[in-house]
């Protein structure tokens, strides 16, 4: 497969990893999920499934999980 690497692709790699630390690892339940409601949201924002959909930017992601946090 011959995927573009983005800014998009990283944002999902990070929640990727947000649930794996925070989360059930592949089971994205928010029963899983070890933090609060907001960021859960924002981890799942970033996992959408079309790029077009996820946070733009690192940057941006980075904003609304510290929103969340704060």
Known sequence: MNAVITSATNVYTLAGLAFAFIGGKSDKS?????????????????????????????????????????
């Open 30 to 70: 928010f029963e899983k999920w070890e933090a609060s409601k907001n960021l859960y949201n924002v981890c799942l924002k970033a996992l959408e499934n079309n790029p077009s959909n996820r946070f733009t930017t690192i940057s941006s992601f980075y904003h609304k999980w510290d929103e969340s946090i704060s």
